[in-house]
């Protein structure tokens, strides 16, 4: 059977989108997952999202990792399949989609290439010795280091996310530096098992986890730059928790096709 797809991309972050409002795809084979998002024998991408009928909803969202596993939250996914949604002409400005960690409000550009994206809200920050740990719909792990260019993500990502403490469930590492009146973040994504050129919930992590880290309270705006591009974090900061969370970026498709699945 041959599906179309469509590819998008968030700040590089880049995903497979199947309209599957009629249910034509079982997307429960993780092979079949892994092997289109397989970059030398598949499609390729971070990975893959079928948009689908939710009553009470605009859609849903259904994600899986590259790996071909049903993954948490993906921050640059959602805001891509609100991109999404809008190309197929289900909601024109203003949505209300459920995910994975519940219900997601987002707005998109009249262009059709901005969009941001609402949250969960955060009540909890913990810390690993240096490093900041938070779930912000997924499990992130944030340390501030010197000379983040050419600091090797893959392997220190690599090893923290296998280490003891988070082998089992996995968790999404990153690594960020001061730049200008922002920061500069590089993440391992479990899942992807590799470092990727943006995650949407890792830079929203990193941004509420410098606000505690700098004790600032307030509505806080955070510009990001990521390997793909740039992202902006906004949100409301008691000193206890982090409220009206938003993600904003570009959300961009780069092609269709068919596929044989």
Same mark, same amino acid.
């Not at 805001?79 to 190309?87: G, L």
């Not at 938070?134 to 600091?151: A, F, W």
């Not at 890792?202 to 990521?226: E, F, R």
């Given at each position: 059977?041959?599906?179309?797809?469509?590819?998008?991309?968030?700040?590089?972050?880049?995903?497979?989108? !199947?309209?599957?409002? &009629?249910?034509?795809?079982?997307? #429960?084979?993780?092979?079949?997952? =892994?092997?289109?998002?397989?970059?030398?024998?598949?499609?390729?991408?971070?990975?893959?999202?079928?948009?689908?009928?939710?009553?009470?909803?605009?859609?849903?969202?259904? $994600?899986?990792?590259?790996?071909?596993?049903?993954?948490?939250?993906?921050?640059?996914?959602?805001?891509?399949?609100?991109?999404?949604?809008?190309?197929?002409?289900?909601?024109?400005?203003?949505?209300?989609? @459920?995910? !994975?960690?519940?219900?997601?409000?987002?707005?998109?550009?009249?262009?059709?290439?901005?969009?941001?994206?609402?949250?969960?809200?955060?009540?909890?920050?913990?810390?690993? @010795?240096?490093? $900041?740990?938070?779930? #912000?719909?997924?499990?992130? $792990?944030?340390?501030?280091?010197?000379? @983040? &260019?050419?600091?090797?993500?893959?392997?220190?990502?690599?090893?923290?996310?296998?280490?003891?403490?988070?082998?089992?469930?996995?968790?999404?590492?990153?690594?960020?530096?001061?730049?200008?009146?922002? $920061?500069?973040?590089?993440?391992? =994504?479990?899942?992807? =098992?590799? &470092?990727?050129?943006?995650?949407?919930?890792?830079?929203?992590?990193?941004?509420?986890?410098?606000?505690?880290?700098?004790?600032?309270?307030?509505?806080?705006? #955070?510009?990001?730059?990521?390997?793909?591009?740039?992202?902006?974090?906004?949100?409301?900061?008691?000193?206890?928790?982090? #409220?009206?969370?938003?993600? =904003?970026?570009?959300?961009?498709?780069?092609?269709?096709?068919?596929?044989?699945?």
């Amino acid at each position: 059977m041959k599906i179309q797809f469509y590819k998008y991309q968030g700040a590089g972050n880049d995903f497979i989108l !199947v309209d599957n409002r &009629e249910n034509i795809v079982d997307h #429960t084979n993780p092979k079949l997952i =892994e092997h289109l998002c397989d970059r030398r024998f598949g499609i390729g991408g971070d990975g893959m999202m079928f948009l689908q009928n939710k009553a009470g909803y605009d859609f849903e969202m259904v $994600y899986y990792n590259a790996d071909g596993q049903p993954s948490s939250m993906c921050g640059n996914g959602g805001r891509c399949i609100v991109a999404f949604a809008k190309f197929l002409n289900i909601i024109k400005t203003d949505t209300e989609f @459920l995910a !994975v960690d519940g219900p997601h409000h987002a707005k998109i550009s009249d262009t059709g290439d901005w969009v941001s994206l609402q949250m969960i809200d955060v009540h909890e920050l913990n810390t690993d @010795l240096d490093a $900041y740990v938070l779930n #912000t719909g997924s499990p992130h $792990y944030v340390k501030l280091v010197e000379d @983040l &260019e050419h600091r090797d993500v893959f392997h220190e990502g690599k090893a923290i996310r296998n280490n003891a403490t988070y082998r089992e469930k996995g968790i999404n590492v990153n690594f960020v530096e001061p730049a200008g009146d922002g $920061y500069f973040v590089r993440t391992f =994504e479990r899942g992807v =098992e590799d &470092e990727t050129f943006a995650c949407g919930t890792g830079v929203t992590a990193v941004a509420l986890a410098m606000a505690s880290h700098n004790q600032k309270t307030g509505h806080i705006v #955070t510009p990001i730059k990521v390997l793909g591009g740039n992202l902006n974090i906004r949100f409301n900061y008691d000193g206890k928790a982090f #409220t009206d969370i938003f993600l =904003e970026g570009p959300a961009v498709q780069v092609f269709d096709g068919e596929v044989e699945i």
